[in-house]
């Protein structure tokens, strides 16, 4: 859940206090001010905030005043339901639907630096991409660059699972730690025994546990950059 989805669900909680303490005020001063029972002043708010504007008692300025707040923060508490709505569920169903359906994708496991260039240049060449990350703003940021994107771990089987994993054509590990690229590599070959896995390498000393994993191309970003700045300067 994002920071928006919480934030909105939070003012929704009080909201909702804020409309009970006023409706029980209301009730109150008019169970006092019409000497009647809680139940019968209750009823008497009630009806009143159901037939705004239709005279009678709604003259009294009282019951004009406990109209409009009441409706006010009724349509701010609908419009806050209506992006939960759009966001969680007409939003997550969508995406789960797409995702649903792929087949021969690719999946980006980390999306830090190297992972967004990755998936931006799979896009890029008209490749169907799944990107899996656990930093909520991240994970937010991609969705709205229109990206397929599942909050989690990669080395999660189920997350994996939830990215179709066993119908995608490859997979790149590149996370920040070698451990877990190796151990995605192990878990990904496990899940589907054809994948083609390229992963990142952040130590030259851990390539043969990378190869051992299973791993059909390893990349080291320092090593192949610094290649590049070599190879280009040498040309001027």
């Given at each position: 859940m994002n920071q928006e989805t919480k934030q909105a669900l939070k003012e929704l909680r009080v909201i909702l206090v804020i409309i009970f303490i006023f409706i029980f005020a209301a009730t109150l001063i008019i169970s006092i001010y019409s000497r009647v029972d809680i139940f019968n002043a209750f009823q008497t708010v009630f009806m009143h905030i159901l037939s705004a504007g239709t005279g009678g008692v709604l003259g009294n300025i009282f019951y004009v005043i406990?109209?409009?707040?009441?409706?006010?923060v009724t349509f701010y508490m609908?419009?806050?339901v209506i992006m939960l709505l759009s966001e969680i569920k007409v939003g997550g169903i969508l995406m789960k639907l797409k995702i649903s359906s792929l087949k021969n994708h690719y999946i980006v496991?980390?999306?830090?630096?190297?992972?967004m260039h990755a998936a931006e240049k799979l896009k890029k060449a008209g490749k169907h991409v799944v990107v899996i990350d656990n930093d909520c703003p991240r994970v937010e940021f991609l969705r709205r660059r229109g990206y397929s994107v599942i909050e989690g771990d990669g080395i999660n089987e189920d997350t994996?699972?939830?990215a179709r994993i066993k119908t995608a054509k490859g997979i790149i590990a590149c996370t920040s730690e070698d451990s877990k690229n190796v151990f995605l590599i192990l878990t990904a070959k496990?899940?589907?025994?054809?994948?083609?896995?390229a992963?990142?390498?952040?130590?030259?000393?851990?390539?043969?546990e990378f190869e051992r994993a299973g791993a059909d191309v390893i990349v080291a970003p320092e090593v192949a950059g610094g290649y590049e700045l070599a190879e280009k300067i040498a040309k001027i």
């Open positions: 406990i109209v409009f707040l009441t409706l006010g609908f419009e806050k496991c980390g999306a830090g630096r190297v992972g994996l699972e939830k496990d899940l589907n025994p054809a994948i083609k896995i992963a990142r390498l952040n130590d030259q000393n851990a390539k043969a």
